[in-house]
């Protein structure tokens, strides 16, 4: 089955850290990008963060530049993120999402086929 | 960044209506549009691609259709699992991806 499961969340106050995983497994990890999306509680989804196959290419949403970083391990099927500085109004639910190529001739199609249960960040005082 | 705007916000429809949910991008976009299902409590799931491809395993009630900057969402017959909240999201210009604000479908 494919699959993706998060850890990691939990409360931590203002100011904190935390790393959160994403185990891949039912697929070949090696062969997909991947992406952090985010819910905050009652509201709509934001992406976060995303990182190429081989982990050369990575982007950040500028909400999260220099305070986030995402990682990958292909050896032992993982995603990262290393959540540093952490303020109010990053609570949410962090979702990893695969990343799927669709082709269509010459074109290829992104979308996020994949996604993993989703796991709860607080950050509270 | 291309913002994504969807309407209406949140819609009552009962089973068996014909439901349609628009999705307008800022600047054209070709035909790079997904769609999304999120169930409360549940991660999203991909129903649409590229503005009209069935996700496999997806119901054919779900169709999808436009490109450039406006996009539609249709189910033809509303069944009970259907009422959850859609999401679009926009692939064409990244980074950032960006999604809608989400179109809550409710049971009249």
């Known amino acids: 089955e494919v699959q993706l499961v998060e850890s990691g969340g939990g409360l931590v106050q203002p100011g904190g850290s935390l790393r959160l995983s994403c185990a891949a497994s039912?697929?070949?990890?090696?062969?997909?990008?991947m992406n952090w999306v985010r819910q905050a509680p009652g509201k709509g989804l934001e992406w976060v963060s995303y990182?190429?196959?081989?982990?050369?290419?990575?982007y950040y949403a500028d909400s999260v530049k220099g305070r986030f970083t995402i990682s990958r391990d292909n050896a032992k099927n993982s995603l990262y993120l290393q959540m540093n500085s952490l303020r109010a109004e990053d609570t949410a639910v962090y979702y990893c999402?695969?990343?799927?190529?669709?082709?269509?001739?010459?074109?290829?199609?992104?979308?996020?086929?994949?996604w993993g249960q989703g796991t709860m960040v607080t950050v509270s005082s | 960044d291309i913002q994504m705007t969807q309407s209406p916000s949140s819609l009552s429809a009962s089973v068996g209506d014909r439901v349609t949910i628009t999705c307008r991008a800022s600047?054209?976009?070709?035909?790079?549009l997904n769609w999304y299902q999120q169930k409360p409590g549940k991660a999203p799931k991909l129903l649409i691609y590229?503005?009209?491809s069935l996700q496999s395993g997806v119901p054919s009630r779900f169709s999808g259709s436009g490109s450039g900057t406006d996009f539609t969402l249709t189910i033809s017959s509303l069944q009970p699992e259907d009422f959850a909240t859609y999401y679009c999201?926009?692939?064409?210009?990244?980074?950032?991806?960006?999604f809608g604000q989400g179109t809550r479908l409710e049971i009249k």
């Open positions: 999402a695969r990343d799927s190529d669709h082709r269509d001739g010459y074109i290829y199609y992104d979308a996020f086929d994949i």
């Open positions: 039912g697929f070949t990890f090696s062969s997909y990008e």
């Open positions: 990182i190429s196959s081989s982990g050369s290419t990575i």
């Open positions: 600047q054209s976009i070709s035909s790079y």
């Open positions: 590229a503005a009209s």
């Open positions: 999201q926009q692939s064409y210009s990244t980074p950032p991806v960006t």
